[in-house]
């Protein structure tokens, strides 16, 4: 039998998710009551300003107190779809102080402050949910943290922003330059009128830090994810790619190490085969693709911004945690129970595509020949082009550590055959 007394729900934020989220909370109150086992009822929208317009949004429920509309005592629910850290964070904890269970989109304060959050909430007993932090749609966190419990991930490699994935197939299949395809992406609404968070890949980082804490059972930050944005990334590099039958994207790859000691996290452009299963992924389209030993290879796909999909993922938690409320139990927290520490960089290996100016004459191929060995790194193929005492020369290595990489580079800019090293590029998904 459904109970009559409704579940209250605190709203914090109406943009763009927010206003989804209040709407369809409206216009599905009874398939959402049915689905829980009671009704739930919006109580208040916590907004920064009033007075601006939002078309079905119930004007009565707004108030700019989100202080006070926390603290009620009556909220069973607060959903949190304001972003930043302050005063999202004070108004989680405060809520959690109340018995509230929490729902939240906030990627940056979770992938900074998660381990905390969590522990609050245990605290209180009460739930903190946040499929809608990564991958907007896609179920994913759940199924990393319930569906594979049971097994042993071992790597999570995954396009987790939509605004860079559709400027680089913008740069692949139109021939765009980066700063044309990032005023195409800003026309479309894609890109933020300050869209740095995306094109410098601290979004994703924070994303995949969620992702590799979840994946591995650690504490990940993201201090601990290393961070390249796209903004370097050419046209020379995307056709580059093309003759190696790549694709340039821009991934977030979360690591457990060989011996099990340890994990990576990074977020950089890299080329992979136009055979693997992120190549295809187009537009603003997320994916997202996981390795585990019992499980093997899976994929997860589709929309990874926008109101309305992000708006899917937070209601599918408020379902989850209402559910929980009316059983008086809590669903999983978080699990750090493995404590590796997260590798530095210089210590991840890779395979590298290495483009280098240098003069067209003879023996100079032998010499950057002899300084990849120098430094230990094997090189798996070579391309020449030459014109006018003039050459292009790329380098595509074997999997060699970031260090050595870097002292190879090192001692190529300082050969006097090499005018510039035109470009360097990270190889994944072999």
Request: charged share 20%; with cysteine; net charge negative.
């Amino acid at each position: 039998m459904m109970r009559t007394r409704p579940l209250k729900v605190a709203l914090l934020g109406c943009g763009v998710v927010g206003s989804e989220v209040a709407r369809i909370m409206t216009t599905d109150a009874a398939d959402l009551a049915a689905r829980i086992g009671a009704p739930v009822e919006l109580a208040g929208i916590a907004v920064r300003r009033a007075g601006r317009p939002r078309p079905g949004v119930p004007e009565h429920l707004l108030t700019t107190d989100a202080e006070a509309l926390v603290n009620r005592g009556d909220i069973d629910v607060v959903i949190e779809v304001v972003g930043g850290i302050e005063p999202s964070k004070h108004l989680i904890l405060s809520a959690f102080e109340k018995g509230a269970s929490v729902v939240s989109a906030n990627k940056a304060l979770l992938a900074k402050d998660g381990t905390e959050l969590h522990a609050a909430a245990a605290a209180a007993g009460v739930d903190l949910y946040y499929e809608a932090a990564v991958a907007g749609a896609i179920p994913l966190l759940r199924p990393l943290r319930e569906s594979l419990a049971g097994d042993r991930v071992n790597r999570v490699l995954g396009i987790v922003n939509g605004t860079t994935n559709f400027i680089l197939d913008k740069m692949d299949t139109t021939g765009a330059g980066y700063s044309e395809a990032l005023e195409e992406a800003t026309a479309l609404g894609y890109a933020e009128a300050d869209p740095t968070a995306d094109v410098e890949g601290f979004d994703a980082a924070a994303k995949a830090a969620i992702l590799a804490g979840i994946a591995f059972h650690t504490k990940v930050t993201a201090a601990d994810v290393y961070r390249e944005g796209l903004t370097e990334v050419t046209a020379a590099d995307i056709a580059s790619a093309k003759a190696m039958g790549c694709v340039v994207k821009l991934l977030a790859i979360c690591e457990r190490a060989a011996d099990g000691e340890s994990v990576t996290a990074r977020v950089h452009p890299a080329m992979i085969p136009l055979s693997h299963p992120l190549a295809s992924v187009r537009e603003a389209y997320n994916a997202v693709f996981v390795e585990a030993e019992a499980a093997g290879r899976l994929m997860f796909y589709g929309p990874g911004a926008g109101g309305a999909p992000t708006a899917s993922a937070v209601l599918g938690d408020l379902v989850a945690v209402c559910r929980n409320k009316l059983a008086g139990a809590t669903g999983p927290g978080d699990s750090v129970y493995t404590r590796l520490p997260a590798k530095p960089m210089d210590e991840v290996v890779t395979r590298y595509h290495v483009s280098l100016d240098v003069d067209d004459r003879a023996g100079v191929l032998a010499q950057v020949a002899s300084v990849f060995a120098e430094h230990g790194v094997s090189i798996d193929t070579v391309r020449q082009q030459g014109r006018d005492g003039d050459a292009s020369l790329v380098v595509v290595t074997h999997r060699a550590s970031d260090a050595a990489l870097s002292a190879t580079v090192d001692k190529l800019r300082a050969l006097d055959s090499v005018r510039d090293v035109a470009s360097i590029m990270r190889v994944e998904g072999e």
